[in-house]
Every structure is written in structure tokens, then in C-alpha cells.
């Protein structure tokens, strides 16, 4: 008897003790992913800050190269340390040269959108990205959003529409004849279809070999897209040696911080919520423009983000 009360105090023992476990992991788990949120939305509203001024020095496409360029450069002392694409097959191949080519196409449209273009509507129209992920998500990653989740993604959606509606075109479709809205858009579409596709990348091996990829075919088919564009390298770098060339390396710091959270955060979460949450940089975007940038209509414009805001929240707290 006594042997049998024993062995059902440790088995109750045993199953506190796991429970408590799992309940730490899950909270540290929480508590990493929140994190690499926060450093994701601040490092990408920064890049475009970087990206915005450089762009009125040199061509989109020279800045989109250099980016990946230098991100690959710093990458190659960690692959002879940690590794890269060890015990993958064709497929991760396949993904990564499909993902360097739609991400060097996504951020060559980002940058040119943002060349004339406000910062506090350039941004924000991004919110659009988290309904394409969805969409894409549901369709290639069989990742299916909860109600609260479309709850919360709508509120995003629809807070858009107040930044959006403080254009000169107000929310028409005229709206879509600004060159700098197409540019997003195409941007947004081509980011989207990249996020699906890391998110396999990941699943075939790991955040930091996606990490590695980026960088790395980024690098190649932004060479490609200069070439077809007949840029001269040589003449768009003596531009950018006279004229704060310190700030592609802060560009460069902002990108490899925004591209590694991503890829942690798309590892802990479904692309649709993650892009979705990606989306309160457009708060810090706004007050960017305004500060920096001197853009007007910033009231109407932090409303329709804290609209945002709170749809971010509702994913954050049911999800």
C-alpha cells in the first residue's frame, strides 16, 4: 500500500512539475516573440526612414543591392560558424531562389514608392500586406486565422482607410493613379508572396538559414535588376561617397535586425497574424513623417493607426 501511495504522489509530482515547465516555456516563448515585434517594427520604420533619404541620392535600386550586399558580407564569418543549409534538400533551394527573387522586387518597388512619396501613407498602406498573407497563408501553409483574428485584422484594414483618406485623391480610386501608391502596392503583393515562402524556408530548416538566403539571393537578383536596368554601379557609389554614405550602414543594421525578427517571429506564429502585427510601425511611421519629414494631416492619420493598434492588440491577446 504504501509503495502504491508512493508511486502516485511522484507520478502527481512529476505532472505539477512538467505542467509547470511547459507554463515557463510558453511564457518565455511570449515574452522572446513580443520582443522580436517590438525590434521588428522599430528597425523597419527606421530602415525606411534611412531608405526615404537615401533615395533622393541615388537610384532605388542601387540602395535595394548595397542593402543585401553588406547584410550578405557580414553573414559569411557566422556561416563558417554556425552553419547554413546543412542536411536540406532541393526544395530549400527552390524556396530560397523563389524568395530572394520576390523579396529584391518587393523592396526595389518599397524604396522607389517611398523616393517621392509621404512616409506616414507609405507606410500604413502596408497594413494591406497582413490580408494578402492571410489569404496566401490559408492557401499554401493551411495556416486558418481564429474570429478573433479576423477581427483584429479588419480593425487594421479599416484604420488604414483614415490615412488614406487625408490624400489629395481622399480614398478613390484615383487614389491608385499615384505612382507612389502603385509602387507600394506592388511592394505590399510582392512581400506578401516572399513572407509565405520564408515561412516554408523556415519550416524546411531554420530562421537563420532563411536568414542567410535572404541576404544572399536578395544580393543576386537586385544585381540582376541593375543590370536590366543598365545602372552604372561606379557613377551611383561616387554619389553616395559625398553625401552621408553612413547612412547605408545604418540602413544596413535596421534591415538585418527588421529580416532575422521576422524570421524568428514567422517561426512562433502564423504569417497572417505576424504581418498584421507588423503593421503599428505604421503608428511610428506617421510620427516620423511629421517630425522628420515635416508631412501634414497628423491627427486623422493617428487615429486611423490606433485603430491599428488595437486590432494588433486583439491578435495579440487571443491568439
Known sequence: MGNCCNLVYNSILENITLQKEVKEKKILQFLLTTTAVILRIFSNTLGNVYQKKLTTKSNPLIITFLTYLFLTI????????????????????????????????????????????????????????????????????????????????????????????????????????????????????????????????????SAWDAFVSWCLFGAVFSALLMLFEKIKLSEELAVLKTRNATHILKLVVCMGIMQYTTNYVFANMNVGYALALFQLSSVLSIIFGYKIFREENIFPRLAGSLIMVAGAVIIILFN
Open 74 to 205: 557580414i553573414c559569411i564569418p557566422f556561416v563558417f560558424s554556425k552553419g547554413y543549409a546543412q542536411n536540406t534538400g532541393a526544395s530549400f533551394w527552390l524556396y530560397s531562389f523563389l524568395m530572394g527573387a520576390l523579396g529584391a522586387l518587393g523592396n526595389a518597388f518599397l524604396v522607389k514608392s517611398l523616393k517621392n512619396g509621404e512616409l506616414s501613407v507609405i507606410g500604413p498602406i502596408n497594413s494591406y500586406k497582413s490580408l494578402v498573407g492571410l489569404i496566401l497563408g490559408i492557401l499554401f501553409l493551411r495556416e486558418i486565422p481564429n474570429l478573433y483574428g479576423l477581427v483584429g485584422m479588419a480593425l487594421i484594414i479599416f484604420g488604414s482607410y483614415f490615412i488614406l483618406d487625408t490624400t489629395k485623391e481622399r480614398f478613390t480610386l484615383k487614389l491608385l493613379k499615384n505612382k507612389e501608391i502603385q509602387y507600394r502596392f506592388y511592394s505590399l503583393l510582392f512581400c506578401a508572396a516572399e513572407a509565405i515562402v520564408i515561412k516554408k524556408v523556415i519550416l524546411i530548416s
